[in-house]
T-cell receptor, first 120, second 114 residues
Framework: SAVISQKPSRDICQRGTSLTIQCQVD?????MFWYRQQPGQSLTLIAT?????????ESGFVIDKFPISRPNLTFSTLTVSNMSPEDSSIYLC?????????????????FGPGTRLTVL | GDSVTQMEGPVTLSEEAFLTINCTYT??????LFWYVQYPGEGLQLLLK?????DKGSNKGFEATYRKETTSFHLEKGSVQVSDSAVYFC?????????????FGQGTILTVHP
């Protein structure tokens, strides 16, 4: 398995400010993902962050709003910029690990505990 | 595109009742299928998975069988406990150019009463 930690675990922020969420993994991984879970909703992928390249954003998400850094193989940050109440969500970091000895589809994805963000 | 549809919730059961949460999917090719569980105040945990047709994933008394003919991956448990109260998400990984992206269903809230 993979141990993933996120900071902060929760925060309450004012409209118009920005918050940077950190994700730390206990081992090196190629691909890291950032998801958003709005209240009562499912998870939506924001972007995929690969070390050494720019993040790839999903439809509806843009770099100016959600800049991502990936300085090494164990760490990533997601910034929620110019926040509004609609950004109130749980933000989850995730990594994908190929199981040892498995075929290309025998992978597992592990999730951090999430950052619960409330924007007033 | 790929999609996952779960049965509408929430689901409320008495302890020791039988649980079924329906999940159907749409995907090209042969996706891997997963059930994740989210306990109150916690992140997602992988509950079980299946990577090819007719595979049965199982864990903690939960089971799900990958049915390609009906594009389904229903979650079942013969006797639920109060500690099973959580949100359950069905998800698929399509592989190929999806580069690790998981597509999730909308989640089903399960509440088990003593």
């Amino acid at each position: 398995s993979a141990v993933i930690s996120q900071k902060p675990s929760r925060d309450i922020c004012q409209r118009g400010t920005s918050l940077t969420i950190q994700c730390q993994v206990d081992s090196q991984v190629t691909m890291m993902f950032w998801y958003r879970q709005q209240p009562g909703q499912s998870l939506t992928l924001i972007a995929t962050a690969n070390q050494g390249s720019e993040a790839t954003y999903e439809s509806g998400f843009v770099i100016d709003k959600f800049p991502i850094s990936r300085p090494n193989l164990t760490f990533s940050t997601l910034t929620v910029s110019n926040m509004s109440p609609e950004d109130s969500s749980i933000y989850l970091c995730s990594v994908r690990r190929l199981l040892a000895g498995g075929a290309s589809n025998t992978n597992e994805q592990f999730f951090g505990p999430g950052t619960r963000l409330t924007v007033l | 595109g790929d999609s996952v549809t779960q049965m509408e919730g929430p689901v409320t059961l008495s302890e020791e009742a039988f649980l079924t949460i329906n999940c159907t999917y749409t995907a090209t090719g042969y996706p891997s299928l997963f059930w994740y569980v989210q306990y109150p105040g916690e992140g997602l945990q992988l509950l079980l998975k299946a990577t090819k047709a007719d595979d049965k994933g199982s864990n903690k008394g939960f089971e799900a069988t990958y049915r390609k003919e009906t594009t389904s991956f229903h979650l079942e448990k013969g006797s639920v406990q109060v500690s099973d109260s959580a949100v359950y998400f069905c998800a698929l990984y399509a592989g190929g150019t999806s580069y690790g992206k998981l597509t999730f269903g909308q989640g089903t809230i399960l509440t088990v009463h003593p």
